[in-house]
């Protein structure tokens, strides 16, 4: 089914295609790695938030691509320790670590915050 999923990502988008299967990879690398063991890899529980997180941040410039990987290693890291402790992350470690990535984002670029009251 994996397969069929990359298909369908390639067909829509070769560049996302890449960042899914490079954080496939580094995810399975990483988890390794650490110790996770094999019947967590081949749930896809430690590549399922990386892979959202390549396609989410991934883009054609090498900050994206820099962006990208660095959120897929928070992602893992949010999933690692998630499971250490006994919780169901589903998609949260996705969405933190976007979060992160955003916000150094922000403050790497200097902008400031919009103030909504006046």
Known sequence: SGLFF???????????????????????????????????????????????????LGDKTWKGAFYSVLSVLISILLQFTGMKFGMVTLTAPFVLSVWCIMGINKLASGKKRLNVLG
């Open 6 to 56: 990359l298909a369908a990502i390639f067909i829509n988008s070769r560049l996302n295609a890449f960042y899914v299967v490079m954080a496939s990879l580094l995810s399975v690398v990483v988890s390794l790695f650490w110790g996770v063991e094999y019947s967590m890899l081949n749930m896809g529980l430690m590549g399922y938030n990386g892979v959202l997180c390549a396609i989410a």
